[in-house]
């Protein structure tokens, strides 16, 4: 037998005394960082002491002996009366389960008996007659941990388990991103995976393939090729350069004909008037659109000359190509800093229409010198640079062309330049630009949106633009030398085929490659070679057809003999591959692949050497946003909406703000080691300054996300009370206690509620009673009704202790004019008193539940499967190592990398 832990035995055997000192302590009168100490020091996984693994041989048996003298006559006396043949509460009978664990059917039913006492949940405290004394109740729990720790190990050893599946979609785009050297979007075409029973989009179960999806596949890896080389020679770089004085000649060319006609009608007035020299002195007059006597609106985007205060307010029309700049024939040399400026205040945007002169690829580089008009403590102004157009009245284009804003830290007096690089194949292009000429319909240009983000700071100035473009840093850029690489023996196509082959696909299907691997591929490449022009088009079907492989596609190929077989051991090159998938979400790089060539990598200080390493590395962040999104369900979030009349603020920065804090916070606890009960509650959150107001939360400024000290008081601090979880699990008008407390037993404890019976009434909408009622009056009574009690009881009062956040996230004490009430009480008849009750009961009673689910959940990311039971003792046996080691994220990650259940297939 591989082990005899016992571990799960430890929920109440070993801390009866615990149990006993504590009871009487565990009540409001502990602040929150009492309460964790306290919930630490009484922790059952913390107590318990782990067994050696035995060299014992032999299969496990059941202990029914223990069954029939001790275990079935408590649970006879207790349990029979409610759950037996003469009443069967919830439809549930222990009279009739199968006290043979190890053989039996009934292990699910066994696990919910299991869950429920030590939870305490059962018999209910209302049930004096039923009372289990704390003695009994560690004796069937520890009977019951003894018999699922042997049952899991029959389990393992019948039914192995195979991590063996394809890429998920976001595993696809980031492996090309590294194999082919460009941060591109090479994965949009795909569909987005199926959500397994962990919440995750990796699982195996739902990660197959058919012919037709390995064709499609080819099709991907192709238009992905093709994306990152270059033919022929390095394209001409066209530039822009544009000096605010030619955006204020373009606004008076196109804003002045409503004033000359205005100015024509009044000198007509005059002459009629018999003003002849009034007429003239008019007529001699500068047309101007705004100057320093309070003509025209300085409120909005205008270009001005500081000097004089004279100039045109800035805008747009797509029609007829009248706002279209030209590129440079002949690049000039950068010009001094001009006193004519574009001003642009908090919130507007300056429109450049660039035609349809730009390249199909490279990248867009736009330099602008730009200044703060006032620089003021505490008032950021940043740019955010949008790529579009408009085709005709009903169609039109855009996308932010760069992942984060840049910042204007330099005055409008001393202006300097900021600098964005857009890949122009990353950007939707206009489809007529080819086809249309510019000034025709449909428009063929393209127009760059330059847009001022504050926090209400003055405006920007602009004295100087210039945009250029294809933009290379090399020629051939890094991603096609890496697949055309240089060789004496380019112009010998047979051998230098061999070549590139070998070193593709070796990076590609992450093992060395033999001669039986490139034969193939050198017999293909012959057969398409006569079909194309040049080498390099032939060369790219082949290179398809790599990436098109399972050994690309799918994690761990060397295991797919072995998937129905006997568990093994992982290699050193698969487990290469499962580490960097876990942490990068993508192939292993050049120092993986090395060490696991070289046998070297399972070697266990080397393997910590290389976690540290692969953590502190940037694609680490993959880890974090995956696996966030998912374990916390934030795809719920990027498709609510709420009521723009209720919820104003709320917009889709917002909403990009509310996804990134989770992640924002799970890295702040990452990079520190520190608890994973911080994700309960802490004293820190992690919040940019748009967060911050909304939390009403002073002094943080700017977009950038930080780490901010926070009190109890501030009802924050952890992940429960992140404004983008309560957001999801609102209706869009209001908080949502059901959609709340689903959550938080799905995915913090990791104890879904049972699926809703059929046929359950709906609230009745139409009853102006009920439209009276506060939601939590609502659901009580809904819950007063039969068919709804079982249910809601056990869901409710979890989501009931979040009703001071509204459907925002926001903080409240009222709600329909009544004071919020946030008390609740669960079904074990612990009351809860809001999120500070919810906080500290989570905290006192259950730490090694949430142990148990964030190791459960992040165990099966890791490794790409569903858990079962089988994999319960190994749960456990991690928990209890990692409560002993401190509960620090960090630690979790090498811990679940270390297990068993990580190396084997």
Same mark, same amino acid.
């Given at each position: 037998?591989?082990?005899?832990?016992?571990?799960?035995?430890?929920?109440?055997?070993?801390?009866?005394?615990?149990?006993?000192?504590?009871?009487?302590?565990?009540?409001?009168?502990?602040?929150?960082?009492?309460?964790?100490?306290?919930?630490?020091?009484?922790?059952?996984?913390?107590?318990?002491?782990?067994?050696?693994?035995?060299?014992?041989?032999?299969?496990?048996?059941?202990?029914?002996?223990?069954?029939?003298?001790?275990?079935?006559?408590?649970?006879?006396?207790?349990?029979?009366?409610?759950?037996?043949?003469?009443?069967?509460?919830?439809?549930?009978?222990?009279?009739?389960?199968?006290?043979?664990?190890?053989?039996?059917?009934?292990?699910?039913?066994?696990?919910?008996?299991?869950?429920?006492?030590?939870?305490?949940?059962?018999?209910?405290?209302?049930?004096?007659?039923?009372?289990?004394?704390?003695?009994?109740?560690?004796?069937?729990?520890?009977?019951?941990?003894?018999?699922?720790?042997?049952?899991?190990?029959?389990?393992?050893?019948?039914?192995?388990?195979?991590?063996?599946?394809?890429?998920?979609?976001?595993?696809?785009?980031?492996?090309?991103?590294?194999?082919?050297?460009?941060?591109?979007?090479?994965?949009?075409?795909?569909?987005?995976?199926?959500?397994?029973?962990?919440?995750?989009?990796?699982?195996?179960?739902?990660?197959?393939?058919?012919?037709?999806?390995?064709?499609?596949?080819?099709?991907?890896?192709?238009?992905?090729?093709?994306?990152?080389?270059?033919?022929?020679?390095?394209?001409?770089?066209?530039?822009?350069?544009?000096?605010?004085?030619?955006?204020?000649?373009?606004?008076?060319?196109?804003?002045?004909?409503?004033?000359?006609?205005?100015?024509?009608?009044?000198?007509?007035?005059?002459?009629?008037?018999?003003?002849?020299?009034?007429?003239?002195?008019?007529?001699?007059?500068?047309?101007?659109?705004?100057?320093?006597?309070?003509?025209?609106?300085?409120?909005?985007?205008? &270009?001005?000359?500081?000097?004089?205060?004279?100039?045109?307010?800035?805008?747009?029309?797509?029609?007829?190509?009248?706002?279209?700049?030209?590129?440079?024939?002949?690049?000039?040399?950068?010009?001094?800093?001009?006193?004519?400026?574009?001003?642009?205040?908090?919130?507007?945007?300056?429109?450049?229409?660039?035609?349809?002169?730009?390249?199909?690829?490279?990248?867009?580089?736009?330099?602008?010198?730009?200044?703060?008009?006032? *620089?003021?403590?505490?008032?950021?102004?940043?740019?955010?640079?949008?790529?579009?157009?408009?085709?005709?009245?009903?169609?039109?284009?855009?996308?932010?062309?760069?992942?984060?804003?840049?910042?204007?830290?330099?005055?409008?007096?001393?202006?300097?330049?900021?600098?964005?690089?857009?890949?122009?194949?990353?950007?939707?292009?206009?489809?007529?630009?080819?086809?249309?000429?510019?000034?025709?319909?449909?428009?063929?240009?393209?127009?760059?949106?330059?847009?001022?983000?504050?926090?209400?700071?003055?405006?920007?100035?602009?004295?100087?633009?210039?945009?250029?473009?294809?933009?290379?840093?090399?020629?051939?850029?890094?991603?096609?030398?890496?697949?055309?690489?240089?060789?004496?023996?380019?112009?010998?196509?047979?051998?230098?085929?061999?070549?590139?082959?070998?070193?593709?696909?070796?990076?590609?299907?992450?093992?060395?490659?033999?001669?039986?691997?490139?034969?193939?591929?050198?017999?293909?490449?012959?057969?398409?070679?006569?079909?194309?022009?040049?080498?390099?088009?032939?060369?790219?079907?082949?290179?398809?057809?790599?990436?098109?492989?399972?050994?690309?596609?799918?994690?761990?190929?060397?295991?797919?003999?072995?998937?129905?077989?006997?568990?093994?051991?992982?290699?050193?090159?698969?487990?290469?591959?499962?580490?960097?998938?876990?942490?990068?979400?993508?192939?292993?790089?050049?120092? *993986?692949?090395?060490?696991?060539?070289?046998?070297?990598?399972?070697?266990?200080?080397?393997?910590?050497?290389?976690?540290?390493?692969?953590?502190?590395?940037?694609?680490?962040?993959?880890?974090?946003?995956?696996?966030?999104?998912?374990?916390?369900?934030?795809?719920? &979030?990027?498709?609510?909406?709420?009521?723009?009349?209720?919820?104003?603020?709320?917009?889709?920065?917002?909403?990009?703000?509310?996804?990134?804090?989770?992640?924002?916070?799970?890295?702040?606890?990452?990079?520190?080691?520190?608890?994973?009960?911080?994700?309960?509650?802490?004293?820190?959150?992690?919040?940019?300054?748009?967060?911050?107001?909304?939390?009403?939360?002073?002094?943080?400024?700017?977009?950038?996300?930080?780490?901010?000290?926070?009190?109890?008081?501030?009802?924050?601090?952890?992940?429960?009370?992140?404004?983008?979880? *309560?957001?999801?699990?609102?209706?869009?008008?209001?908080?949502?206690?059901?959609?709340?407390?689903?959550?938080?037993?799905?995915?913090?404890?990791?104890?879904?509620?049972?699926?809703?019976?059929?046929?359950?009434?709906?609230?009745?909408?139409?009853?102006?009673?009920?439209?009276?009622?506060?939601?939590?009056?609502?659901?009580?009574?809904?819950?007063?009704?039969?068919?709804?009690?079982?249910?809601?009881?056990?869901?409710?009062?979890?989501?009931?202790?979040?009703?001071?956040?509204?459907?925002?996230?926001?903080?409240?004490?009222?709600?329909?004019?009544?004071?919020?009430?946030?008390?609740?009480?669960?079904?074990?008849?612990?009351?809860?008193?809001?999120?500070?009750?919810?906080?500290?009961?989570?905290?006192?009673?259950?730490?090694?539940?949430?142990?148990?689910?964030?190791?459960?959940?992040?165990?099966?990311?890791?490794?790409?499967?569903?858990?079962?039971?089988?994999?319960?003792?190994?749960?456990?046996?991690?928990?209890?190592?990692?409560?002993?080691?401190?509960?620090?994220?960090?630690? &979790?990650?090498?811990?679940?990398?270390?297990?068993? &259940?990580?190396?084997?297939?």
């Amino acid at each position: 037998m591989n082990k005899l832990f016992n571990l799960a035995t430890a929920l109440l055997l070993t801390c009866l005394w615990t149990r006993e000192s504590f009871a009487a302590k565990a009540d409001a009168s502990l602040n929150l960082t009492e309460a964790r100490k306290f919930g630490r020091a009484k922790s059952n996984l913390l107590h318990t002491k782990t067994e050696k693994k035995s060299a014992e041989v032999g299969e496990p048996k059941a202990n029914l002996a223990d069954f029939e003298k001790e275990i079935g006559p408590i649970l006879k006396a207790n349990c029979i009366d409610c759950h037996g043949p003469k009443k069967a509460k919830g439809r549930f009978r222990v009279d009739t389960l199968d006290a043979n664990l190890l053989k039996g059917k009934d292990i699910n039913d066994w696990l919910e008996v299991f869950d429920v006492l030590t939870n305490e949940e059962m018999p209910p405290e209302d049930e004096p007659d039923y009372h289990l004394a704390d003695k009994e109740r560690s004796r069937v729990v520890e009977w019951l941990g003894e018999e699922m720790n042997k049952a899991s190990q029959v389990q393992r050893h019948e039914q192995p388990h195979s991590s063996f599946r394809r890429m998920t979609k976001n595993e696809y785009n980031y492996a090309l991103q590294d194999l082919l050297g460009e941060a591109f979007s090479f994965a949009e075409d795909l569909p987005t995976e199926t959500i397994s029973e962990d919440g995750f989009t990796n699982s195996s179960e739902h990660l197959t393939m058919s012919a037709m999806q390995f064709q499609a596949y080819r099709e991907l890896g192709l238009k992905a090729l093709q994306k990152v080389i270059v033919k022929g020679e390095r394209p001409a770089v066209i530039t822009y350069q544009i000096p605010m004085q030619r955006m204020l000649d373009l606004s008076a060319k196109n804003l002045s004909g409503r004033l000359k006609k205005k100015r024509s009608q009044k000198i007509e007035k005059l002459k009629k008037e018999g003003k002849e020299k009034e007429a003239k002195d008019l007529m001699q007059q500068e047309l101007v659109g705004i100057d320093d006597k309070n003509i025209g609106d300085k409120r909005g985007v205008h &270009l001005i000359d500081l000097e004089t205060g004279k100039g045109w307010a800035s805008s747009y029309n797509y029609a007829k190509a009248r706002w279209a700049l030209r590129p440079d024939e002949v690049q000039s040399p950068t010009p001094k800093v001009s006193q004519l400026r574009a001003v642009i205040p908090n919130g507007h945007s300056m429109k450049l229409d660039l035609g349809n002169f730009l390249a199909d690829k490279g990248d867009m580089r736009v330099r602008i010198r730009t200044g703060k008009r006032e *620089l003021i403590a505490n008032k950021y102004s940043s740019l955010q640079l949008i790529f579009g157009g408009q085709t005709s009245n009903n169609a039109s284009f855009e996308k932010l062309a760069t992942e984060e804003n840049l910042l204007i830290e330099a005055s409008a007096e001393s202006p300097q330049f900021v600098q964005f690089d857009i890949p122009l194949s990353e950007m939707p292009r206009n489809p007529f630009r080819k086809s249309s000429e510019l000034g025709g319909t449909p428009t063929p240009s393209e127009v760059l949106t330059l847009k001022h983000v504050s926090n209400g700071a003055p405006p920007i100035e602009i004295d100087y633009i210039e945009i250029s473009s294809p933009v290379y840093e090399q020629w051939p850029p890094k991603s096609h030398a890496s697949i055309f690489i240089e060789s004496k023996n380019k112009k010998n196509e047979p051998k230098y085929a061999r070549e590139i082959l070998a070193k593709f696909t070796g990076r590609a299907w992450r093992r060395p490659i033999q001669d039986q691997d490139l034969d193939p591929l050198i017999v293909l490449f012959n057969q398409y070679r006569p079909q194309f022009d040049n080498f390099d088009d032939a060369m790219l079907e082949v290179l398809a057809t790599v990436l098109a492989s399972p050994e690309f596609l799918y994690i761990t190929s060397e295991n797919s003999k072995l998937a129905s077989a006997q568990e093994t051991s992982l290699s050193d090159l698969a487990l290469a591959s499962r580490l960097s998938y876990f942490l990068w979400s993508s192939i292993p790089d050049a120092e *993986l692949l090395t060490l696991a060539k070289s046998g070297q990598l399972s070697q266990p200080k080397i393997l910590e050497a290389q976690i540290e390493r692969m953590l502190n590395d940037p694609r680490a962040q993959r880890f974090s946003k995956v696996f966030v999104e998912e374990w916390l369900g934030l795809e719920a &979030l990027k498709h609510i909406n709420l009521d723009k009349k209720l919820f104003s603020s709320f917009n889709e920065d917002f909403r990009k703000d509310m996804l990134l804090e989770p992640v924002a916070y799970f890295n702040q606890v990452l990079k520190e080691n520190k608890s994973i009960m911080d994700f309960i509650h802490s004293d820190f959150i992690v919040v940019n300054e748009r967060l911050a107001k909304h939390y009403g939360i002073t002094e943080v400024y700017g977009e950038a996300f930080r780490k901010v000290q926070v009190k109890d008081s501030s009802h924050r601090g952890g992940i429960l009370s992140s404004s983008g979880l *309560l957001t999801m699990n609102s209706d869009g008008k209001d908080s949502h206690p059901l959609k709340r407390g689903i959550w938080l037993l799905e995915n913090i404890l990791h104890d879904p509620p049972p699926p809703a019976p059929p046929n359950v009434p709906e609230v009745d909408l139409t009853d102006p009673e009920i439209l009276k009622m506060t939601l939590k009056e609502r659901i009580e009574d809904h819950r007063n009704q039969a068919a709804c009690r079982s249910c809601h009881a056990k869901i409710d009062p979890w989501g009931i202790a979040f009703e001071n956040y509204d459907a925002m996230g926001a903080f409240r004490n009222t709600v329909k004019n009544k004071p919020v009430d946030a008390t609740s009480e669960l079904f074990n008849k612990q009351e809860l008193s809001g999120i500070e009750g919810l906080k500290r009961y989570l905290l006192v009673d259950r730490q090694d539940q949430f142990t148990r689910a964030m190791i459960h959940k992040m165990t099966s990311y890791a490794l790409g499967r569903p858990m079962s039971f089988s994999d319960r003792a190994d749960i456990d046996e991690m928990a209890v190592e990692f409560r002993k080691q401190g509960d620090g994220l960090r630690d &979790l990650i090498a811990l679940i990398i270390n297990s068993e &259940l990580f190396h084997k297939n």
